[in-house]
């Protein structure tokens, strides 16, 4: 199959505008997560993914108060260095031989 000169510049020109497109969309993505004083929040669903854990553990570290949160209309939020912290408090190293 041979594709004229002509052909193949107009389809790598549609192909070129549709990344464009796509990292416009991304760009907008960005700049719509949420942060507060330049810090990213992080709801359930994303504490969730990343920790690989149930609702209700992270209900439990919540309750206990291990993992602070802040509730922005009347939904969970929780600022990322907080997770790390957690994550920090968290880890047990091996124990030494």
Known sequence: MNINRMEF???MERL??????LGDNI???QKKRNS???EELLDNQDLLQMLKISNRSL???RSIGKLPYYTISGKLYY????V???IRDS???PPKK
Request: hydrophobic residues 40%; aromatic residues 14%; negative net charge.
């Open 59 to 61: 209900q439990r570290y």
């Open 79 to 82: 600022k990322l260095s907080d």
């Open 36 to 38: 507060i004083d330049g």
């Open 16 to 21: 070129m505008s549709r990344l464009d497109m």
């Open 9 to 11: 510049l107009a389809w």
């Open 91 to 93: 880890f047990n190293p």
């Open 84 to 86: 790390h912290q957690f």
């Open 27 to 29: 760009d907008d993505l």
